[in-house]
């Protein structure tokens, strides 16, 4: 299995393949594997970083897996920084064993290994609460991986623990099928592929992919290869879209573009927003859209990039509360750029004003207003947020949008609204100014003479 690259790349993308990897085999610490806040936003682990484990007891409880990162600064000082944390509630000699065991398949993820994986198995004995971690000789191995394989093809309820350890023990289902022949081939061309994505053989799933031919088995792929983290996974996507004949129906290709944002990998998921048009079977043009609000939601900092990489069109498209995301995360650079290329609230602005005005002053959103924000006339709501809000300013840029205050006022006694001393004097302001603009358009109507109107 190839190693993960480390330097010059996301921590969140980094962080997303090694824990794939883990996962996949069974690896993953039962309490949790968590990012370090440092890595996310989309920060870049320095080039020529390297990556060191320490494992150890808790203060109060549990054991610890601590993955960390070293570079050297400018000042040629080495720089240690903390870059996902693993923990296992259990605090047996059993239990420490396994977590020093996926240190070890941490350490050999990124700089590789001269063998497999560390060969063991943990037997679940329902007399004992402690496991026990057991190395297994050569024939040992063999007559273990025949009886998972056999397993795995009679009982698919047990497939996922099967799969996990055959990783552990032949480094992937894959090779250890070319290994053994016959029985693997029993299973149908789009499980092995399956497989091979899992395992991140890229020779095996190129050959593979081209076999299956059926739509439904088709998508499948699709989805998981544009869900699998790393360098390999991309390249299985490009297979899967350059390779296919027909387009993919609408609903499989957001659900692998929205995958494929889970992986981190920005490149990934703009080469499958630039093919959207080609790729998916006829396309709705909120389609990217959708794909931008959720990368935004999941990763602010590439969805943020890829929405400044987005058509005008495409951010145009886009569901209305990705406005409102922005607005909460108090980003007003994306607000601005979001309103730039075309995507407004739509018929209702009060879900987005709310926000703006808690984390604006009233100034700044009546600058929006102005300069790009469009509400509809007839959304008195709006104008409530506003007056409830003491944003006098807001309020008088809607009105120059062409709000009338007497709607707004039959409006709100039809639903009975409350409004408190300040929110009416506010509104009692606008009327005053209201009723002076009305009386100096009237007087500028009459008669002129000598450059005075009578």
Same mark, same amino acid.
């Given at each position: 299995?190839?190693?993960?690259?480390?330097?010059?790349?996301?921590?969140?993308?980094?962080?997303?393949?090694?824990?794939?990897?883990?996962?996949?085999?069974?690896?993953?610490?039962?309490?949790?594997?968590?990012?370090?806040?440092?890595?996310?936003?989309?920060?870049?682990?320095?080039?020529?970083?390297?990556?060191?484990?320490?494992?150890?007891?808790?203060?109060? /409880?549990?054991?610890?897996?601590?993955?960390?990162?070293?570079?050297?600064?400018?000042?040629?000082?080495?720089?240690?920084?903390?870059?996902?944390? $693993?923990?296992?509630?259990? *605090?047996?000699?059993?239990?420490?064993?396994?977590?020093?065991?996926?240190?070890?398949?941490?350490?050999?993820?990124?700089?590789?290994?001269?063998?497999?994986?560390?060969?063991?198995?943990?037997?679940?004995?329902?007399?004992?609460?402690?496991?026990?971690?057991?190395?297994?000789?050569?024939?040992?191995?063999?007559?273990?991986?025949?009886?998972?394989?056999?397993?795995?093809?009679?009982?698919?309820?047990?497939?996922?623990?099967?799969?996990?350890?055959?990783?552990?023990?032949?480094?992937?289902?894959?090779?250890?099928?070319?290994?053994? $022949?016959?029985?693997?081939?029993?299973?149908?061309?789009?499980?092995?592929?399956?497989?091979?994505?899992?395992?991140?053989?890229?020779?095996?799933?190129?050959?593979?992919?081209?076999?299956?031919?059926?739509?439904?088995?088709?998508?499948?792929?699709?989805?998981?290869?544009?869900?699998?983290?790393?360098?390999?996974?991309?390249?299985?996507?490009?297979?899967?879209?350059?390779?296919?004949?027909?387009?993919?129906? /609408?609903?499989?290709?957001?659900?692998?573009?929205?995958?494929?944002?889970?992986?981190?990998?920005?490149?990934?998921?703009?080469?499958?927003?630039?093919?959207?048009?080609?790729?998916?079977?006829?396309?709705?043009?909120?389609?990217?859209?959708?794909?931008?609000?959720?990368?935004?939601?999941?990763?602010?900092?590439?969805?943020? *990039?890829?929405?400044?990489?987005?058509?005008?069109?495409?951010?145009?498209?886009?569901?209305?509360?990705? =406005?409102?995301?922005?607005?909460?995360?108090?980003?007003?650079?994306?607000?601005? /750029?979001?309103?730039?290329?075309?995507?407004?609230?739509?018929?209702?602005?009060?879900?987005? =004003?709310?926000?703006?005005?808690?984390?604006?002053?009233?100034?700044?959103?009546?600058?929006?207003?102005?300069?790009?924000?469009?509400?509809?006339?007839?959304?008195?709501?709006?104008?409530?947020?506003?007056?409830?809000?003491?944003?006098?300013?807001?309020? /008088?840029?809607?009105?120059?949008?062409?709000?009338?205050?007497?709607?707004?006022?039959?409006?709100?006694?039809?639903?009975?609204?409350?409004?408190?001393?300040?929110?009416?004097?506010?509104?009692?302001?606008?009327?005053?100014?209201?009723?002076?603009?009305?009386?100096?358009?009237?007087?500028?109507?009459?008669?002129?003479?000598?450059?005075?109107?009578?």
């Amino acid at each position: 299995m190839e190693t993960i690259e480390l330097s010059g790349r996301s921590g969140q993308e980094v962080y997303e393949e090694l824990k794939h990897r883990l996962e996949g085999m069974g690896y993953l610490p039962d309490e949790y594997f968590l990012l370090d806040d440092v890595w996310e936003d989309g920060k870049v682990v320095p080039r020529d970083a390297d990556l060191f484990c320490t494992t150890d007891y808790g203060a109060s /409880e549990g054991i610890y897996l601590d993955v960390r990162l070293i570079w050297y600064g400018e000042d040629g000082k080495p720089v240690i920084k903390t870059f996902a944390t $693993g923990k296992t509630l259990g *605090e047996s000699s059993s239990d420490m064993d396994r977590m020093f065991l996926i240190s070890s398949a941490i350490t050999k993820a990124f700089h590789g290994e001269h063998g497999a994986y560390a060969r063991f198995q943990r037997l679940e004995d329902s007399t004992e609460a402690d496991g026990a971690v057991l190395h297994l000789s050569p024939k040992e191995k063999r007559v273990l991986m025949d009886a998972l394989v056999e397993q795995r093809m009679r009982q698919e309820a047990q497939m996922t623990n099967t799969e996990q350890l055959l990783r552990r023990m032949a480094g992937s289902i894959t090779a250890y099928m070319d290994e053994v $022949g016959a029985r693997p081939l029993r299973m149908s061309t789009a499980d092995r592929a399956v497989l091979a994505v899992r395992d991140g053989e890229l020779y095996v799933f190129s050959s593979l992919a081209l076999q299956v031919t059926k739509p439904e088995e088709r998508c499948s792929l699709l989805v998981e290869s544009a869900g699998r983290p790393g360098a390999v996974g991309r390249r299985m996507a490009k297979l899967m879209m350059l390779g296919t004949k027909s387009p993919y129906p /609408e609903d499989v290709w957001l659900d692998a573009c929205k995958r494929a944002v889970d992986t981190g990998d920005l490149q990934r998921v703009q080469m499958m927003l630039d093919r959207t048009m080609d790729k998916a079977d006829s396309p709705s043009p909120s389609l990217p859209g959708e794909v931008l609000q959720y990368a935004y939601l999941q990763n602010p900092a590439m969805g943020s *990039e890829l929405i400044r990489q987005a058509a005008p069109e495409q951010v145009a498209a886009a569901p209305s509360k990705l =406005l409102c995301a922005a607005a909460y995360a108090r980003d007003l650079p994306m607000l601005t /750029e979001l309103l730039r290329k075309g995507l407004q609230p739509g018929d209702h602005a009060a879900p987005l =004003l709310l926000p703006l005005l808690t984390a604006y002053d009233g100034q700044r959103v009546a600058h929006l207003l102005k300069d790009g924000l469009r509400v509809r006339p007839e959304d008195y709501d709006a104008m409530n947020v506003c007056l409830r809000e003491h944003a006098p300013a807001a309020a /008088e840029a809607l009105l120059g949008q062409g709000m009338k205050l007497d709607g707004y006022l039959t409006w709100a006694a039809e639903r009975g609204t409350m409004l408190d001393n300040r929110a009416r004097e506010i509104l009692e302001e606008l009327k005053l100014q209201q009723d002076q603009a009305h009386s100096v358009q009237q007087q500028g109507s009459g008669p002129v003479l000598g450059g005075l109107s009578l």
